[in-house]
């Protein structure tokens, strides 16, 4: 399996436009997550998904963000407007359920928001 | 609510040296308990857990062991190498539920 892929891998933007990150889990992974990482505050849970439903969005940092799980192999996560504040590492992970509880990460993308 | 603090880096060793980088959590219940590594430009990677007291979870040479009564989870490893240098975080799940409590991470340098 190509394990869980993120793209792009970079993206540098101007404050104020859109942005929109991609991640694929792993085939036949029931659970989706998205995380920032950024120095100050380390590594942030920003909303997960349970077969393709947004279960807790609690970690949403306000309404510029948004993200979506249209089917099993591909969500997005959306930031219109864009700010400076939220440049950060965004990692997407996904897990196949059960007592394992083992995720696996995909190599992130690294958002520059000037 | 859960949390878990580790040891604020960064930790710098020689090659050879032994390590340790602790971990304390606390969370009601009979969490499990995780060590991620971040290599540089990668994803987190799973590297040992433990899912019940006093197991001891071990991977690559790494170990760490459940401790309940010191809600404690530390990781070691006897003779580190140039490449284990990377961020290790600590992390806890609770059974049934599939999301996790990070720590801040602590980053390891090894020099040779």
């Known amino acids: 399996d190509a394990g869980v892929i993120q793209s792009p891998r970079h993206e540098v933007t101007e404050m104020g436009q859109e942005v929109t990150l991609r991640c694929k889990p792993i085939?036949?992974?029931?659970?989706l997550f998205w995380y920032r990482q950024t120095m100050m505050r380390g590594l942030e849970l920003l909303i997960y998904?349970?077969?393709?439903?947004?279960?807790?969005d609690s970690g949403m940092p306000e309404d510029r963000f948004s993200a979506k799980m249209p089917n099993a192999s591909f969500s997005t996560l959306k930031i219109q407007p864009s700010e400076p504040r939220d440049s950060a590492v965004y990692f997407c992970?996904?897990?196949?359920?059960?007592?394992?509880?083992?995720?696996?990460f995909g190599a992130g993308t690294r958002l520059s928001v000037l | 609510g859960d949390s878990v603090t580790q040891m604020e880096g960064p930790v710098t060793l020689s090659e050879e040296a032994f390590l340790t980088i602790n971990c304390t959590y606390t969370?009601?219940?009979?969490?499990?308990l995780f060590w991620y590594v971040q290599y540089p430009g990668e994803g987190l990677q799973l590297l040992l857990k433990?899912?019940?007291?006093?197991d001891k979870g071990s991977n690559k040479g790494f170990e760490a062991t459940y401790r309940k009564e010191t809600t404690s989870f530390h990781l070691e490893k006897g003779s580190v190498q140039v490449s284990d240098s990377a961020v290790y975080f600590c992390?806890?799940?609770?059974?049934?539920?599939?999301?996790?409590?990070f720590g801040k991470g602590t980053m390891l340098l090894v020099s040779p």
């Open positions: 992970a996904s897990y196949s359920g059960g007592a394992k509880n083992i995720q696996y």
């Open positions: 085939s036949g992974h029931d659970y």
């Open positions: 998904f349970n077969n393709n439903v947004p279960i807790d």
């Open positions: 969370a009601t219940g009979y969490p499990s």
């Open positions: 433990a899912t019940k007291a006093d």
């Open positions: 992390a806890l799940s609770h059974g049934g539920y599939s999301t996790l409590t």
